[in-house]
């Protein structure tokens, strides 16, 4: 019988750090932008990209983190699988 593998669960201070890391540097982008000397449709232009780049950025990241956790499901599937095979077989019966 395997182990179960054991599920990694981010701390709250590592989310703490994330979501102030976010806040920071999100921050200081909009900051940036808006004292830029450009003309206003300029500044629109990059803060427009900006919350583009954002959104992408955790599309992508959910994206990822569904494709690893239906990997982690399909393995554990064919996993039990093989060990419900292995367990019914019994290599001394006689067919």
């Given at each position: 019988m395997s182990t179960p593998s054991a599920q990694t669960k981010s701390t709250t201070a590592f989310l703490a750090?994330?979501?102030?890391?976010?806040?920071?540097?999100?921050?200081?982008?909009?900051?940036?932008?808006?004292?830029?000397?450009?003309d206003i449709w300029q500044r629109g232009f990059l803060l427009m990209a900006t919350l583009f780049l954002v959104s992408s950025c955790f599309t992508l990241a959910k994206v990822i983190r569904d494709q690893h956790e239906s990997s982690k499901v399909h393995h554990r599937i064919d996993e039990a699988r093989m060990e419900k095979l292995m367990a019914e077989h019994d290599p001394f019966k006689i067919n």
């Open positions: 750090q994330a979501m102030i890391a976010f806040g920071i540097s999100f921050s200081a982008l909009v900051i940036g932008i808006a004292y830029l000397p450009l």
